[in-house]
């Protein structure tokens, strides 16, 4: 590996890990100059590596009664393009949060939002379940939240050690 493509590496671990540090704590912990590190942001966000940057909220403190779901999709692979072109339709409603192409039982994995559990379904029912080429559909209702991408979601509670009996 390059000492370029390891730079990089590390960098995009440390914006991962927390994007708000500016160019110079970066660049402390990078051993190298903030220009360096602004200007390989600026080259990773142009090339599309970096595609955005979001902040993960807890629904619950903020208030939202937003629904949740993990569909499963079965699909009928198209001829000469295979799952891509479904897949990327079905990426582009605006209730999709992300869509994945899964090996197993099922072909994509579609998590979507919704405000109710009504418009969750109706979504499912009329819009991703009549689409040609999807053959059927499995939704999951998400209950409660743990863990968002990597990140330990509400108030952390120390682990109960088991009592010792003599």
Same mark, same amino acid.
């Given at each position: 590996?390059?000492?370029?493509?390891?730079? #990089?590496?590390?960098?995009?671990?440390?914006?991962? &890990?927390?994007?708000?540090?500016?160019?110079?704590?970066?660049?402390? @912990?990078?051993?190298? &100059?903030? #220009?360096?590190?602004?200007?390989?942001?600026?080259?990773? &966000?142009?090339?599309?590596? =970096? @595609?955005?940057?979001?902040? =993960?909220?807890?629904?619950?403190?903020?208030?939202?009664?937003?629904?949740?779901?993990? =569909?499963?999709?079965?699909?009928?692979?198209?001829?000469?393009?295979? !799952?891509?072109?479904?897949?990327?339709?079905?990426?582009?409603?605006?209730?999709?949060? #992300?869509?994945?192409?899964?090996?197993?039982?099922?072909?994509?994995?579609? !998590?979507?939002?919704?405000?109710?559990?009504?418009?969750?379904?109706?979504?499912?029912?009329?819009?991703?379940?009549?689409?040609?080429?999807?053959?059927?559909?499995?939704?999951?209702?998400?209950?409660?939240?743990?863990?968002?991408?990597?990140?330990?979601?509400?108030?952390?509670?120390?682990?109960?050690? @088991?009592?010792?009996?003599?």
């Amino acid at each position: 590996m390059s000492k370029e493509a390891s730079f #990089s590496d590390e960098l995009l671990r440390l914006l991962e &890990e927390n994007p708000l540090r500016s160019p110079e704590t970066l660049a402390k @912990l990078l051993g190298s &100059e903030a #220009s360096s590190v602004g200007e390989e942001i600026a080259r990773l &966000e142009k090339e599309k590596v =970096i @595609l955005a940057y979001k902040a =993960i909220v807890d629904d619950e403190k903020a208030q939202r009664r937003t629904v949740k779901a993990v =569909i499963e999709v079965k699909l009928v692979p198209e001829r000469g393009g295979g !799952f891509d072109r479904l897949a990327r339709r079905i990426a582009r409603y605006p209730e999709v949060t #992300s869509c994945f192409l899964m090996s197993g039982g099922y072909d994509l994995l579609v !998590f979507l939002e919704g405000s109710t559990l009504q418009e969750v379904a109706l979504f499912v029912s009329e819009k991703l379940a009549t689409l040609r080429g999807v053959t059927s559909t499995a939704t999951h209702f998400m209950l409660r939240t743990y863990k968002e991408q990597g990140v330990l979601v509400g108030d952390a509670v120390e682990p109960e050690r @088991l009592p010792v009996s003599p």
